[in-house]
């Protein structure tokens, strides 16, 4: 069955790296995302990674993905109060048939100035 | 500015009163999706659509109802509200490749539904 698993907290200082941890557990996932969500808002697309990357970087964020382990993972450098938010990890699988993404519960980012 | 419109923002409901949540995006995306997102428990699928005239069931759609008339709206229909329906709504569309470059969902603000 799909399933994808994250940690439900996370605490940071202002300044410091974070890492956001998720597992997934369907092999035949193409694309991996992370969104975040801040506060009463809808979730935003962050980055994405495909299966058959290792790693990919975009500004902050560092997106790693072991593909043996099924594991993702997002990390954030120079955590800014303004990261704190929910994210999610989301996992896809190419041409399937109900076309939706499978979304872990979220992981809640607190920074502390 | 293009995107995922959601209305109402805010409702409570009697037990056993319905209403409809609005949906609309001007993107023209093949796909649409219903989730509602209680405390710790992340996102969960009610409903979806591949395109006009077509929806299927996702994951809790007991005690919902969906049509897709138009490529651009999607409402959520809920008969006789319980109070297990509270929930923050959100819809979502995705582009038909669902990959980049037309990768991932755009969201709505969602809609916080509080049954009384």
């Known amino acids: 069955g799909e399933d994808v698993e994250q940690s439900l907290f996370l605490s940071v200082r202002e300044g410091d790296s974070s890492v956001i941890n998720c597992t997934y557990t369907?092999?035949?996932?193409?694309?991996l995302y992370w969104y975040k969500q801040e506060p009463g808002a809808g979730l935003q697309l962050l980055t994405y990674i495909f299966s058959n990357m290792d790693m990919k970087q975009d500004q902050r964020l560092t997106v790693l993905l072991n593909k043996k382990d099924k594991h993702l993972s997002l990390r954030i450098a120079d955590t800014q109060t303004g990261d704190s938010a929910i994210y999610f990890c989301a996992e896809s699988m190419h041409g399937g048939s109900q076309g939706n993404l499978i979304f872990g519960k979220g992981t809640k980012l607190s920074v502390k100035p | 500015n293009a995107g995922v419109t959601q209305t109402p923002k805010f409702r409570i409901l009697k037990i056993g009163q319905s209403m409809t949540l609005q949906c609309a995006q001007d993107?023209?995306?093949?796909?649409m999706y219903w989730y509602r997102q209680d405390p710790g428990m992340g996102l969960k699928l009610i409903y979806y659509s591949v395109g006009a005239g077509i929806t299927d069931k996702g994951e809790v759609p007991n005690g919902y109802n969906v049509s897709r008339s138009t490529t651009e709206d999607f409402p959520l229909r809920l008969e006789l509200a319980a109070p297990s329906q509270t929930s923050v709504y959100f819809c979502?569309?995705?582009?038909?490749?669902?990959?980049?470059?037309?990768?991932?969902?755009?969201f709505g603000s969602g809609t916080r539904l509080t049954v009384v």
């Open positions: 979502a569309s995705s582009h038909r490749d669902r990959e980049p470059p037309n990768y991932g969902y755009t």
């Open positions: 369907d092999s035949s996932s193409t694309y």
């Open positions: 993107m023209n995306h093949n796909y």
